[in-house]
């Protein structure tokens, strides 16, 4: 089993960045594929953008890209989004995602973790 934890989610002014980060730990994530998800209120969850363990990125949403980067350090267990350019429609709950399912990554079961809020104000 994997946990996972979000952190550096907060409130930033548009055109601002952010930093997340999403830790894992219990076991080894090598073979996984890593998915960032948001989900803005009302509204259902969509992934954002994913990433091999190996570090091939597999994914940007269109709405993110060109602004936002996925990356991931293996030896710390973590995987980061880098948010650049925000726009106050980037306002969500952002949530990393662990999976083996290589194809199905967006859409089947793997770990969450609990979630960090990014406000964008204009």
């Known amino acids: 089993q994997v946990q996972l934890v979000e952190s550096g989610g907060g409130l930033v002014q548009a055109g601002g960045s952010l930093r997340l980060s999403c830790v894992g730990s219990g076991r080894t994530l090598k073979s996984h594929i890593m998915g960032w998800f948001r989900q803005a209120p009302g509204k259902e969850r969509e992934p954002v953008a994913s990433?091999?363990?190996?570090?091939?990125?597999?994914y940007y949403s269109d709405s993110v890209k060109g602004r936002f980067s996925i990356s991931r350090d293996a030896a710390r267990n973590t995987v980061y989004l880098q948010m650049n350019s925000l726009k106050p429609e980037d306002t969500a709950v952002y949530y990393c995602k662990a999976t083996l399912d290589g194809t199905g990554w967006s859409t089947g079961v793997g770990s969450w973790g609990q979630g960090t809020q990014v406000t964008v104000s204009t």
């Open positions: 990433i091999s363990w190996s570090g091939a990125v597999a």
